[in-house]
């Protein structure tokens, strides 16, 4: 899945596409650098990373490159790759993504919300998630055994090849937890009673659930004079169609949404965006902040059809003088102003995000 104009769009933790490594493919590890360079084709604007004898293919590389720049030709062992290439993450897909729209967010501006309403492709993320198999099949037939084979193989397959789990009986179990607590602060302590493992046997396997993208945490914002909870998170899954009760989906939509934002603005445009949450010692909350350099952006609260607006909202937008807030609703149809607030529909306020 591609965001913005650079394609493909990669893993976390692999190196950008516009790197190639002779050295990681197997079939080339035997041959001899000209008979290397005889099978290898470098398109425009590659770098090359070899593990050969730099003298004995230099010749031959220089051949074969479309154009040559300035500086030296191979980059020897022990050189720094530091802005050589770039990460970014993979997020499922989205709104925005699926109508085709390039970003068009500029930060500490108002979200460029949607001029038309596209209900029947919010429903379908809202329905079927959105990784692209039981998205784009829409069967829920389909949709089913890819809940049970994901986490089945998740477990069993994916996670023991990488980590060491003693009990995977409770790590799949934990797993089937979740679901139910999206959109609630995260509680370790509440986890390890119900399971009855040590808090660290938890907090290991949740940090597993994470690096295998199951689950992701946004964690409260933290201001002077606000009372803030501060260490507790809120938890999210990546596949918000696991999610049974419907305004926890809709709420876990909308995060995953506003994390791809924020993702997209600090991989690709070198912005230090954030999301998190607020919520103080007398439990008012507001479900989504967006910050950039830690400074208020836009609030976010979801509802799944009220229209009246949250006093929450107003209480923080107050307090931290928050340049823009929107309470988006479910039910389509809905933008007009109440209160400085923007109340508008999630078809069309998704449609302005990435």
Not at 182 to 208: C, D, K, P, Q, T
Not at 216 to 239: C, M, N
Request: include cysteine.
């Amino acid at each position: 899945m591609n965001i913005g104009s650079e394609r493909p769009f990669v893993k976390p933790a692999l190196r950008s596409t516009r790197r190639a490594s002779a050295s990681s493919i197997s079939s080339f590890s035997a041959l001899r650098p000209e008979e290397l360079f005889e099978r290898l084709v470098i398109p425009q604007g590659f770098e090359v990373d070899v593990a050969v004898e730099a003298d004995a293919i230099e010749p031959a590389l220089a051949e074969r490159l479309p154009e040559k720049g300035d500086g030296p030709l191979l980059r020897r062992g022990g050189d720094s790759l530091q802005g050589r290439y770039h990460d970014y993450r993979l997020h499922p897909f989205s709104l925005a993504e699926l109508l085709g729209d390039p970003p068009r967010l500029e930060v500490m501006k108002e979200i460029p919300v949607g001029d038309r309403p596209h209900p029947e492709e919010f429903e379908a993320l809202f329905k079927f998630g959105g990784f692209p198999e039981p998205l784009f099949r829409a069967d829920e037939r389909l949709l089913r055994r890819w809940h049970n084979e994901k986490i089945e193989r998740m477990v069993r397959e994916e996670i023991t090849e990488i980590e060491q789990v003693r009990d995977l009986g409770r790590l799949k179990l934990l797993s089937d937890m979740l679901p139910a607590r999206v959109g609630s602060l995260l509680s370790v302590n509440a986890l390890r009673e119900e399971l009855e493992v040590s808090h660290r046997a938890v907090s290991s396997w949740l940090g597993i659930l994470e690096t295998f993208y199951y689950q992701f945490g946004i964690h409260p914002y933290v201001g002077k004079a606000l009372r803030s909870i501060k260490k507790q998170p809120k938890l999210y899954l990546w596949d918000w169609s696991e999610v049974d009760d419907h305004p926890a989906r809709f709420e876990n939509l909308v995060a995953a949404h506003l994390l791809k934002a924020c993702h997209y603005l600090h991989d690709r445009e070198g912005h230090k965006a954030a999301l998190h949450f607020l919520r103080n010692v007398d439990k008012k909350e507001v479900d989504f902040l967006v910050t950039v350099d830690q400074k208020p952006w836009f609030a976010v609260e979801t509802k799944l059809s009220e229209r009246s607006v949250s006093p929450s909202i107003l209480y923080y937008q107050e307090r931290l003088k928050i340049p823009f807030v929107y309470q988006v609703i479910r039910e389509p149809g809905a933008h007009r102003f109440m209160s400085g607030v923007r109340v508008i529909s999630a078809d069309r306020f998704l449609a302005g995000l990435v």
